[in-house]
């Protein structure tokens, strides 16, 4: 058995997380939008749409090292749900101009696009080292979301601001 055995079964959990969150994140917006009024829920919107780039990002950063660079076909698979989950998380951080977790976590969604955008026209593609760079970046990006919601769970969690 080798090591991609092991590593397909988590990759397709997380193609399905990344459609459930997809899927998912819009309706608990709408629903916490609905319940709570624009300002005590755009927190938790922008904090979806993160949590949503970093489930699409590691479901293609293992794809990547699975397959390697042939799924750079698919790529748009992951850019679009990817690209406008981030415009809205951007703009609703922009919205909200006091959060720091927030803020922390649009700087880190525009580095992992420049990070993309620099390896797409590096010299000789995307490959060697430029491709462990480009799959550390994307694990990084992921563990950032995952640290700084964590930590900052009372922002974006309606029900211990309805417990407040």
């Known amino acids: 058995?080798?090591?991609?055995?092991?590593?397909?079964?988590?990759?397709?959990?997380f193609d399905v997380a990344a459609l459930a969150a997809c899927v998912i994140a819009p309706i608990i917006a709408v629903t916490s939008l609905i319940r709570s009024g624009w300002q005590r829920a755009r927190a938790t919107i922008a904090y979806l749409g993160y949590a949503c780039c970093a489930v699409l990002a590691t479901s293609f950063a293992l794809h990547f090292a699975i397959d390697g660079g042939e799924i750079f076909m698919m790529f748009v698979f992951?850019?679009?749900p990817f690209s406008v989950a981030a415009t809205v998380a951007i703009l609703v951080t922009l919205a909200i101009d006091s959060s720091r977790g927030l803020?922390?976590?649009a700087v880190a969604t525009i580095l992992l696009c420049l990070?993309?955008?620099?390896?797409?026209?590096s010299?000789?593609?995307i490959g060697g080292g430029v491709a462990v760079l480009l799959l550390a970046a994307y694990f990084a990006y992921a563990i950032?979301?995952?640290?700084?919601?964590v930590q900052r769970r009372s922002e974006w969690s309606?029900?211990?601001r309805g417990a407040a």
């Open 144 to 149: 950032v979301v995952l640290v700084v919601s």
């Open 78 to 80: 992951w850019f679009v």
């Open 123 to 125: 010299p000789g593609g």
């Open 103 to 105: 803020w922390i976590l």
């Open 1 to 13: 058995m080798s090591t991609l055995d092991l590593i397909f079964p988590i990759t397709v959990a």
């Open 158 to 160: 309606s029900w211990s």
């Open 115 to 121: 990070v993309q955008g620099l390896a797409e026209f």
